[in-house]
């Protein structure tokens, strides 16, 4: 449990246009631990959201070091790196992209079908994260006959298909209703139960008060770095 | 991934927005479609144009007497008297001619005609049998000139419809009845089918008579005005020209061709004038099938950058979830494939069933020439794949994030 699956060191990311450059980034290191809950919270702006992409190895830091569970990932050419969002990573994202009009189903099968998982195996296993995730009776519904709540919870199902290391969340709550954002809640508390690393960016403190690390940015800086406890006190009152 | 899933994935693409689809389709089926009906159109006409002078005996030549100098003066093309009947038998069995299939040696000079009390003047054409062969005649009633009137020299007629309708009214049945050429009574045995044409030139207002007949009891000659020859193929038309025309100068005793007593045409040679004409109009006619194929093919390219454009944000989220990069451009280019393929076919089947329609109301002929629907079918299979490839090459290229980001 205490292996470090991410190890980031002195990483920038400036965007430069004609004019301008705008620092999102600026000389970020920190660890990540095997089975870490981890929220990273800021005003938007602070640069949480290109931490994340680039965590994710769906953009590149301008410099610095980033090391995904022991392999550097600047050395690694697109396709590797394909390979690694899909098998290593699985993302819940704010507008939750799932592919408009196709069933749960078939969403939640699509990473398994670029890992080359045969088709009976893949709609099991997306039949078995769907049940997990609450939804097995819409296994056939397409995501605009659900709710927003449904559709995020499609979105942790396709995550989760290949049982990857690390779940990267970003603002997972931010397009649903209050009592639903707490449902998807207790599943992430859950999948991290279940040895999953869950990296979750949110601006809203009741939704990082359920991660057990919370990392606070400013200015593409992190100005704070928490253990937290209130978690504890929050299932308490349950 | 694998091929067959690749596909199913394109399918299931394509089929979730079906307007789309729909669209882009559209613009490869009316691209497609239009210059194949414009194509079949064009060839249709030079067909026709063709097929009538086609109707005039198929791989014909023609060969007519030079004309007589005596002297520094210069006689009319023709006005030898060279060419006799022998010369047509001899062509037909001497065995250095192989390429000549049927020989049919001609007397014809107008003449006045006269039944009753109505006349008129025609052209009287000599013939032999094989004349009816080899100008692709049809007799409508009756028969015409055979052997034994030939060789009987017998005083019989066959009339051409325009004449039949000079001498003894519209659709009356002359068969049976007389007529008087240059004096002397002809029976008249036969009536030809319509040719069509009209004026000078007109087939239908022909008189034919025995050959041996004209010469020798008409107009007291024993030359000939032509010899109609068919070759074998068209293939064979300028062997037959050149075996024809060497034997005719031995037979003449004359070693220079330029001293030749005698001309071949080759109807090939009236083809050809005839198809330069033609072609001005079907130049008009490829120039606005090129049109319609490019309008088409903008079409095809606004819809597929518009497509792929707008599944930007798509691309973004399938490299996020860990498609590759050639991953995501076989679904793209297979999507172009079974698009312009699936609406190259309809296309197709739209631009022969125009054209089949066109042909039905004008009349005209036919025609659907493989050349345009492989060219119209390359030309829209290419612009589909080359603008539904491109663009998603160029999201492939980007960060996924910036494909996720893209508005």
């Known amino acids: 449990m205490n292996t470090p699956i991410i190890i980031v060191e002195h990483l920038s990311k400036v965007y430069k246009s004609d004019l301008f450059e705008t620092v999102a980034l600026a000389d970020i290191s920190f660890e990540v631990k095997k089975g870490e809950f981890l929220a990273i919270m800021g005003p938007s702006g602070s640069g949480k959201s290109t931490l994340m992409h680039i965590l994710g190895g769906l953009d590149q830091p301008s410099s610095g070091k980033y090391i995904l569970d022991g392999k550097n990932v600047e050395s690694l050419s697109d396709d590797d790196l394909a390979d690694i969002r899909n098998r290593k990573i699985g993302f819940v994202f704010q507008a939750f992209n799932l592919l408009p009009r196709t069933t749960t189903l078939k969403n939640v099968m699509l990473p398994m079908t670029y890992a080359g998982i045969p088709r009976e195996k893949r709609e099991a296993i997306a039949q078995k994260y769907l049940e997990m995730v609450g939804l097995g009776d819409r296994l056939s519904h397409t995501t605009n006959q659900i709710s927003g709540g449904q559709q995020q919870r499609v979105a942790i199902a396709r995550a989760l298909s290949l049982d990857p290391a690390i779940i990267l969340a970003d603002e997972p709550t931010g397009n649903i209703a209050s009592a639903q954002a707490e449902e998807i809640m207790e599943i992430f508390k859950d999948i991290n139960e279940k040895g999953h690393t869950i990296i979750m960016i949110t601006h809203e403190p009741d939704i990082a008060s359920h991660a057990k690390r919370i990392i606070t940015m400013k200015d593409g800086k992190i100005v704070n770095d928490v253990q937290n406890n209130k978690e504890i006190r929050y299932q308490h009152k349950h | ?407």
């Open chain 2, 1 to 407: 991934m694998e091929l067959s899933e690749i596909i199913s994935e394109s399918f299931s693409s394509l089929t979730l927005n079906k307007l789309r689809t729909g669209l882009a389709m559209l613009g490869i089926v009316i691209g497609i479609g239009s210059v194949i009906a414009l194509i079949s159109l064009g060839q249709a006409t030079q067909a026709s144009i063709s097929s009538r002078i086609e109707s005039l005996g198929s791989n014909l030549l023609t060969v007519n007497p030079g004309s007589s100098n005596q002297g520094a003066v210069r006689g009319a093309s023709g006005s030898r008297t060279t060419l006799t009947l022998e010369d047509a038998s001899a062509i037909l069995v001497a065995p250095e001619i192989t390429s000549v299939k049927t020989v049919s040696p001609e007397f014809s000079r107008r003449i006045q005609i006269v039944t009753g009390s109505k006349n008129t003047n025609t052209q009287v054409v000599g013939s032999s049998p094989s004349y009816s062969e080899v100008h692709k005649l049809e007799i409508a009633t009756g028969n015409f000139v055979t052997q034994s009137d030939v060789e009987g020299m017998s005083k019989v007629a066959v009339l051409g419809p325009q004449v039949v309708t000079d001498l003894f009214g519209e659709g009356a049945d002359p068969l049976g009845q007389t007529i008087r050429i240059s004096g002397k009574t002809f029976t008249v045995v036969g009536v030809t089918v319509s040719k069509g044409g009209s004026g000078f030139g007109n087939l239908d207002d022909i008189v034919y008579v025995p050959i041996s007949t004209a010469q020798k009891q008409l107009f007291g000659v024993n030359y000939l005005s032509s010899i109609a020859l068919e070759a074998k193929t068209a293939d064979l038309m300028t062997t037959a020209q050149n075996e024809v025309g060497y034997f005719l100068l031995a037979r003449h005793k004359l070693s220079d061709p330029a001293e030749a007593d005698f001309s071949i045409f080759s109807q090939q040679d009236i083809l050809n004038t005839a198809s330069a004409t033609t072609s001005t109009f079907t130049t008009l006619l490829s120039g606005v099938a090129a049109i319609s194929l490019l309008v088409g093919g903008i079409g095809i390219m606004n819809i597929m950058l518009v497509t792929v454009t707008e599944r930007i944000r798509e691309i973004g989220l399938r490299k996020a979830l860990g498609a590759k990069k050639k991953t995501i451009i076989a679904q793209f280019l297979t999507e172009a494939i079974i698009l312009t393929f699936i609406g190259g076919i309809i296309g197709i089947i739209l631009g022969i069933l125009t054209s089949y329609v066109i042909s039905k109301l004008t009349g005209s002929l036919f025609v659907v020439s493989p050349g345009s629907v492989i060219l119209a079918f390359a030309v829209s299979v290419v612009i589909g794949i080359v603008f539904g490839w491109y663009p998603a090459k160029k999201a492939s290229d980007l960060q996924p994030i910036e494909a996720l980001r893209y508005e």
